[in-house]
């Protein structure tokens, strides 16, 4: 749906016809494989296990309910990004409809945190036992090498970041194609238990097993909205945008089911929960002659590409919440000719490495989705109260009931997080406050004087 009202306000459409110091090299097709390489990745190749410990084994249960989930906070983001297509993403949505610049910073923030503790989490899976089969390191160092080798690609540029995401995305798509083929062939000759996928753990009641290995699956799902924070870089992004997104989110879902059904049928529960290399456990029971080198080395390149893209959204938010005074100016730096936020990737490399010490992948995967729930929760009502901010320029409008199952949706969520996971996320809140309160002090913020400007007389030009 679109909306076509005469323009109040000239942000929407000023947002892809000004200049930007980005380069818009990123096609529909290739948004397309970045939001699918973000969304496929470590959730299914180092969490699986998890999840199957938590539901049992109907493992694609939780998977498909997450989906659902996912795609209603995706229509808020698939109206607002064409509405705003602006770096900063859930950051620019805030400031826009609440114009408090606290919250705006809290929101940013979040989806900061969150992607910069995403990145440490995936750096862990990288370094766990899919590394292992080949090298025997320290985890903690191996994750630290591979968060400067993430940097060093991202530092390169977007279209370097993006090719490489191609092959990468390609990839990882296989080496879950390769699991449901094998476990087609387990079945074949007899030795899989398909009625597995319909089995619930026995210690709890099977919806309650089901909503809390969703809080685990919904993780899987969650890199749809990084796609938010490259927007500005997308060409004709008010028209590929939804279609990229709502794409690669089911083609995504499927994978998952599939994958959940052919993980369950040849892998007990138990078996997968005691594994880090979860899918790993497929290949060896399959025995049909894949190396486990091969499908290791398969679940590295999956695991890789989602901390590329995570730290490629990371840096484009903290490029663009510098640039709207969220954040100290010196983040707003772009490396010339390459045309890439180098001082972000360099603070964002560096916070993901001190935080990959500091808890294991599903720790710090729950702490991602909590800090996300309370972004999603804020970009859901945006899109509500934002609807008074007509434009002249098509873009997609959602369902008014879709945010606001959304927002219930958030909440439920929220209501199986443990204790731990609420601390942890308030320390990394308390240190954003902190950071808030001394750009304050020291006059850094640009955000008092960015809030009260209002382009409401600026000419809209077409969008770009």
Same mark, same amino acid.
């Given at each position: ?5 005469? $323009? ?17 090299? %990123? ?42 989930? *996912?795609?209603?906070?995706? $229509? ?40 910069? &503790? ?32 993430? $940097?060093?690609?991202?530092?390169? /540029? ?10 990468? &995305? ?13 476990? /087609? ?6 030795? /899989? ?19 809390? *290995? ?61 594994? @880090? ?7 060896? %029971? ?9 499908? @290791?080395?398969?679940?590295? %390149? ?53 935080? @990959? ?17 309370? =972004?999603?929760?804020?970009?859901? =009502? ?65 955000? &008092? ?13 077409? *969008?770009?």
């Amino acid at each position: 749906m679109t909306d076509n009202q005469p $323009a109040e306000s000239g942000d929407a459409a000023s947002a892809t016809g000004e200049k930007t110091p980005l380069k818009r090299a %990123i096609t529909g097709k290739l948004l397309f494989l970045f939001i699918l390489g973000d969304v496929l990745g470590a959730g299914i190749y180092a969490l699986v296990g998890e999840v199957g410990g938590k539901v049992g084994g109907a493992i694609w249960v939780p998977l498909a309910l997450a989906l659902v989930m *996912a795609l209603l906070t995706a $229509a808020s983001y698939a109206e607002l990004v064409t509405k705003y297509p602006r770096a900063g993403g859930a950051a620019v949505f805030a400031r826009k409809a609440y114009r408090v610049p606290l919250v705006s910073f809290l929101v940013g923030f979040c989806m900061l945190a969150a992607g910069v &503790t995403s990145a440490a989490g995936l750096a862990l899976a990288f370094s766990g036992d899919y590394l292992q089969i080949f090298l025997d390191v320290p985890t903690t160092v191996a994750a630290l090498v591979f968060l400067l080798a993430v $940097a060093a690609i991202n530092g390169r /540029g977007i279209s370097e970041s993006l090719r490489a995401n191609v092959a990468m &995305t390609v990839i990882e798509v296989s080496g879950l194609v390769l699991i449901v083929v094998l476990a /087609g062939i387990v079945l074949a000759r007899g030795d /899989g238990e398909p009625q597995r996928v319909v089995e619930f753990d026995s210690s709890t009641t099977p919806a309650l097993a089901v909503l809390g *290995a969703a809080l685990l699956a919904y993780y899987s799902f969650v890199g749809f909205e990084t796609s938010a924070n490259i927007a500005e870089e997308v060409r004709d992004v008010r028209r590929v945008y939804p279609k990229a997104l709502f794409g690669s989110m089911l083609a995504a879902g499927v994978v998952y089911v599939l994958v959940g059904l052919a993980v369950s049928v040849v892998v007990s529960p138990d078996q997968l929960a005691g594994s @880090s290399g979860p899918l790993l456990e497929v290949v060896s %029971i399959a025995d049909v002659g894949v190396p486990d080198k091969l499908f @290791s080395l398969i679940a590295l %390149i999956a695991v890789a590409n989602g901390a590329l893209l995570t730290m490629i959204m990371a840096s484009r938010l903290t490029f663009g919440m510098a640039r709207d005074g969220l954040l100290p100016p010196v983040l707003d730096r772009v490396l010339p000719g390459r045309q890439t936020p180098w001082t972000a990737i360099i603070a964002t490399t560096a916070v993901a490495m001190v935080l @990959s010490a500091t808890g294991s992948v599903a720790a710090l995967a729950e702490t991602v989705v909590l800090l996300l729930l309370f =972004v999603f929760i804020s970009t859901n =009502v945006a899109v509500l109260v934002l609807r008074r901010d007509r434009t002249d320029t098509d873009h997609f409008r959602a369902p008014t009931v879709l945010p606001v199952l959304a927002v219930g949706t958030c909440i439920v969520l929220m209501t199986q997080q443990t204790a731990a996971t609420w601390l942890r996320a308030a320390i990394l809140i308390g240190v954003g406050l902190a950071l808030y309160a001394l750009a304050r002090l020291t006059g850094s913020g640009r955000h &008092t004087s960015e809030e009260e400007h209002d382009d409401r007389d600026e000419p809209a030009p077409a *969008a770009g």
